[in-house]
């Protein structure tokens, strides 16, 4: 792939070449280590025609989601903030027993249950059969499908146009980007709205956190590149709010043009961005040089305590785990295993270097002396979960945005 997937400009300029990597969620079983692992190139570039982050290569939806292991309401930090932002909506656009709640990449309901529970009829569209069942287990309706233009000018035709359309942590993940904001046009009610929250590339770029790339991420988006490509398809992005959660994230609201009074924030943070050099080379080029600074630092850390005779494990078998793993070239030589609280993913390995993954429990009876936290975009509620592991002595080790020691 040679040209941007959103606006067609023909040069992408490579960012960042994380070599080949395996497929982040696709967990093997102990039984398959005789099995090929397939791996695939994982390159992020950005175009310059429009400033949009993207990986080069893409692998079919149908492999990376047909059946998949990452539930939300694992998280209580997840949990808490789907309930949250549901409140909100609620009372803040009036929602009731007519309204109507479609949301993308519903998992397991983590989120779609607070509107159930408040009476506010809700569909879930979710291409992973093994999570969307446990979805509908919960009493939510689950439709088994991929989100595009194509869907969407279906539920329309059956009366079932939204009032609010969410999709949080999915829009990255959708390869015809053209096609997913068309989509979203052509599902939503005039006065309607839709709310995307993903991991804010600004934040990203800034803070290192190269452990987002996995082959599910196809876009890494900043607000410039955004604004031309819902204009495209007649929708305005009305308002945004930066966010905390996965390490920074961007909340986008958007609407019909015209429908919604663009606020000051949109203004307020493509002025930012301007400022920030989101429209430079130069702000890109210097991102790789910080990750293979961190991957020194953070490898020659793990070698010299394992030579001192220390235990290492690790906790969090989260995609972005598997992509500083495998990049960092860190296995079974340095680490014994990787400890997860999803009973999904217990028993299994992770990608590409196959530590196995135990339960949380492990830290706490292995208890290995130094522990890396693969999921730091959870590290509070984990600190916290394992606070007997670290009163009986047992220390985190922090990858990002810099090596540190808790």
Known sequence: MSSCRSCGHPDLLPILDLGLQPLANNLPRPEDLGKPEPRFPLCLAVCPGCWLMQITELVPPVTLFSEYLYFSSFSDAMLRHARLAVERYVA??????????????????????????????????????NIARVARQKGIETLEAFFGLDLARQ??????????????????????????????????????????????GVDFLERTEFDTIYHEHVFYFTLTPLLPLFARHGLEIFHVERIPIHGGSLRLFAGRRGEHPVQESVA??????????????????????????????????????????HRLAAYGAAAKGSTLLNYYGIGTDLLDFVADRSPYKQGRLMPGVHLPIRPPEALLQERPDYTLLLAWNFADEILAQQEAYRRAGGRFILPIPEVRII
């Open 92 to 129: 803040e656009f009036n929602l009731g027993p007519r309204s109507f709640v479609i949301e993308i990449a519903s998992n397991d309901g983590y989120l779609l249950q607070n509107f159930v529970a408040a009476r506010i009829p809700c569909l879930g569209i979710e291409p992973a059969a």
């Open 155 to 200: 539920l329309a035709a059956e009366g079932r146009s939204a009032d609010l359309v969410l999709g949080n942590n999915v829009f990255a993940h959708a390869p015809d980007t053209n096609d997913f904001v068309a989509g979203l046009a052509a599902v939503l009610r005039p006065h309607g709205r839709v709310i995307l929250e993903f991991p804010y």
């Open 268 to 309: 307020a943070l493509l002025a930012r961005e301007q400022q920030q050099g989101v429209r430079s080379l130069d702000w890109y080029r210097g991102f790789a040089d910080r990750v293979t600074r961190l991957r020194q630092e953070l490898v020659r850390l793990l070698r010299s305590l394992k030579e001192r005779g």
